[in-house]
């Protein structure tokens, strides 16, 4: 008994001693999310944004150049990188339905790190709102609050007067939409800039918890996975007013590219309904200069704020001793017109609103402060950091992983990358298809100019429930094109109803739809979209 009892234990002792130098030999994941944010970064080429701590990460890590998301809308983008599937697998196309309600055994990416060893917990928004999967992704929960001098922000404004605003346009709604005014009928201001400290707004607060949670993990001394969600700069854009101040208004120019793709689908793009439902935003017809300088002044200053932000969790990371054993990525679930198109919002199938920044830095790649002009794709997140977790990747994931891009940025890489958009123009900005209370507020006339142009150029194709409620723009972004083939999403191989075509080459803000001029290369084209993701894949081995 005795000889067994000592067996055990050296059996047990053997057990804990494999665990450890697995753990050792294993890096922990800081899994940075920003919601809204297209690559207005200057490391991505801007001359306006001002955004060090971003710099400096791309600077110490590898940055790509071509990364797309696989729909342009919260919910099913996040869905997809969460669970390493694309939308067509989840069935998630908009905003208010939860991944578990239609996929309740689908396994996350937090989920499977659990099983491998990892401690996972969160702050902020990494899944979508109501896709916290609280009981399965995480482990542990976050740190709860700072301490009786930093309360947890209420509400997204500071200023009294934005405060009372908004009260008043909920209850207007409430009062004549119940529930159905909480799906954005209703709101404040658009921006807010205040002269408070940085964690007086949700941001800024939720940075401290995740630093908070860091140390807490890192005392645990055992693998951790902390996913620290930004909500900036998603709507609303408010910020201290330190951020505002970086910026001479004067000196932010205007949109590239004001005007709608020259014969491109009349459906391709919306009438910017995210921003009109907020106050003193007209409600029809164009946004004057003054306030578009305005309005990306708030998004350039809620960008800044973030990048701040991102700046003291990087800071804690090394004054952690934790910078040498763990993984840093940061990405943005979908891009932003910011006037692009004469277009304010997400919710395009275009590259301003598919493309997004990704940025990675691990403790032994090779390819230190490079960029890469690798297509990939969020939904290769999860396959990416199994790979560097040396952790096996699920049999259920459809992205690819590109960790051989960490040592050699040049390889060659994927064919395309693929996203998709159900009809922008006749949903509402969540993706859903349109409610009543949309066409009886202002977006009434919105609604009937998008309708009008539609039918016009369509002409007897046109079908109100068709175009409103099975209408698939799907996307194909190669090395030189981007495709957009509209289809009935009930048949996916189906004849397209209208194809666009944008040669990157010499149109990189596709302002012009060639597919009349180029029928060899759209049925080309055509012919790789319908072999699907899997055989855009180019092989590992050179």
């Known amino acids: 008994m005795i000889e067994t009892l000592k067996q055990l234990v050296v059996f047990g002792c053997l057990l804990l001693l494999i665990h450890q130098a697995n753990a050792a030999d294993k890096p922990n994941i800081l899994f940075i999310a920003i919601d809204d944010l297209r690559p207005e970064l200057v490391c991505y080429g801007s001359e306006t944004a001002i955004t060090p701590h971003l710099n400096g990460l791309a600077a110490d890590g590898l940055l790509f150049n071509r990364a797309y998301c696989q729909q342009a809308i919260c919910r099913p983008s996040r869905a997809s990188l969460m669970t390493g599937t694309r939308p067509e697998t989840t069935g998630l196309f908009h905003n208010y339905v939860s991944l578990r309600e239609l996929q309740p055994d689908i396994l996350t990416l937090p989920q499977h790190l659990i099983a491998h060893g990892y401690d996972t917990a969160y702050v902020g928004k990494i899944f979508h709102h109501g896709d916290t999967d609280e009981e399965r992704s995480w482990s542990r929960p976050a740190a709860k609050w700072l301490g009786q001098d930093i309360k947890k922000p209420s509400g997204p404004y500071r200023l009294p007067e934005n405060v009372k605003l908004r009260s008043e346009n909920f209850k207007e709604m409430f009062a004549k939409y119940g529930e159905a005014a909480r799906r954005g009928l209703a709101s404040g201001p658009p921006f807010e800039r205040a002269d408070v400290p940085d964690h007086a707004y949700i941001d800024g607060y939720n940075t401290l918890l995740a630093i908070k949670t860091m140390k807490q993990m890192a005392d645990d001394k055992k693998l951790f996975f902390l996913g620290m969600g930004y909500h900036l700069p998603h709507l609303n854009w408010c910020a201290p007013a330190k951020y505002w101040d970086l910026y001479d208004p004067e000196n932010i120019p205007p949109a590239t590219d004001g005007t709608a793709p ?136 459809e992205g690819h992983s590109f ?55 369509q002409g007897e194709v046109w079908d109100r429930e068709l175009f409103e409620k099975h209408l698939m723009g799907y996307t194909m972004r190669t090395n030189r094109y981007r495709l957009v083939a509209w289809r009935d999403h009930r048949d996916p191989k189906s004849k397209p109803l209208f194809v666009e075509l944008f040669d990157h080459t010499v149109d990189p803000n596709e302002s012009k739809n ?24 180019v092989s590992r081995t050179r």
């Open 403 to 457: 960790a051989p891009l960490l040592d050699d940025p040049n390889r060659s890489w994927k064919k395309a990358a693929f996203s998709q958009y159900p009809n922008p123009a006749l949903r509402e900005w969540a993706a859903n298809p349109l409610s009543q209370g949309m066409r009886e507020t202002w977006f009434g006339p919105l609604i009937e100019d998008v309708e009008q142009r539609i039918i016009d150029k």
């Open 262 to 397: 020259t014969d491109g689908a009349a459906m391709g793009l919306h009438a910017s309904f995210e921003l009109r439902t907020r106050s003193n935003i007209p409600k029809h017809g164009a946004i004057e200069a003054d306030l578009a300088r305005t309005l990306k002044h708030a998004y350039l200053a809620s960008t800044s704020y973030v990048d701040a932000q991102i700046g003291l969790l990087l800071k804690a990371l090394d004054e952690a001793g934790l910078r040498e054993n763990t993984v840093v990525i940061v990405w943005g679930d979908h891009g932003w017109h910011l006037g692009d198109m004469d277009v304010c919002g997400k919710a395009t199938n275009y590259e301003i609103a598919t493309r997004v920044p990704l940025m990675i830095r691990t403790p032994d790649m090779k390819a230190r402060g490079e960029k890469t002009d690798a297509l990939v794709e969020l939904v290769d997140i999860f396959p990416t950091l199994c790979e560097l977790a040396k952790v096996p990747s699920p049999k259920h994931l």
């Open 514 to 537: 060639i597919t009349g001029a180029n029928p060899d290369v759209v049925k080309q084209l055509m012919k790789q979209m319908n072999a699907g993701w899997k055989a855009a894949i």
